[in-house]
């Protein structure tokens, strides 16, 4: 089965510090890889996704990059937080592909910069 | 307007009530559609998804799908209190993408 680890859970930053969010993905090769952020009652914001090993593509502009070294491994960054970068980040994966796209996701790491 | 709009809530129904939890969606390329189920602090998990219109039924869950009105629909009957938590609807196209909406927490009261 298909499992996702994110880490860290939970994470306090001040503004301007850097910032590294690792998700790695089990069970599966070659997922299409995303990265998500949920504001507090909101839904999903989905921020980066990426169809194979260096292959970003960007939803919002933002103050976040990502990258994909590895086949399922997907790391989100930043040089310098902000306020408003606080939030729930999701990292998930697509579960086949063509016309079924339900995604799976992992734990979450909850960020709040200070 | 949002690609995909759900009904806000909160919702809070006693133990034993039907539940209703709605959203429209305004592309007509949208072709899968799905429910996710996600606890407090924790990552959504797929609850149910469709690509018909019409219902499909897993226990106490049915969802449905009205392509005509661009209107998906999730039923929880004997809703019960580990039914507790925000429901978010999700639709996906073939280009990879799924768009969320912003979710319902649903409280079932003992």
């Known amino acids: 089965s298909q499992t996702i680890h994110q880490w860290p859970a939970t994470l306090v930053q001040p503004v301007g510090s850097p910032l590294s969010l690792e998700c790695t993905v089990e069970?599966?090769?070659?997922?299409?890889l995303y990265w998500y952020r949920q504001a507090a009652g909101r839904g999903l914001q989905l921020l980066f996704y990426s169809v194979g090993i260096g292959q970003i593509s960007s939803e919002v502009p933002q103050n976040l990059s990502a990258s994909r070294p590895q086949d399922r491994q997907f790391i989100l960054s930043s040089k310098k937080l902000l306020l408003s970068d606080s939030g729930f980040y999701l990292c998930a994966a697509r579960r086949g592909r063509g016309i079924r796209g339900e995604q799976f996701f992992g734990p979450g790491t909850r960020l709040t910069v200070l | 307007q949002k690609e995909v709009e759900q009904d806000p809530g909160p919702l809070s129904v006693p133990e034993g009530a039907i539940v209703s939890l709605n959203c429209t969606y305004s592309n007509s390329a949208f072709q899968y559609f799905m429910w996710y189920r996600q606890y407090s602090r924790k990552g959504p998990e797929l609850l149910m998804y469709?690509?018909?219109?019409g219902n499909k039924e897993d226990g106490r869950f049915t969802a449905q799908v009205d392509k005509s009105s661009k209107y998906i629909s999730l039923f929880i009957r004997d809703s019960q209190p580990s039914d507790s938590a925000t429901y978010l609807c999700a639709i996906h196209t073939n280009a990879g993408k799924s768009t969320f909406g912003d979710g319902t927490t649903l409280t079932v009261k003992p």
């Open positions: 469709t690509y018909s219109s």
């Open positions: 069970g599966t090769s070659n997922p299409n």
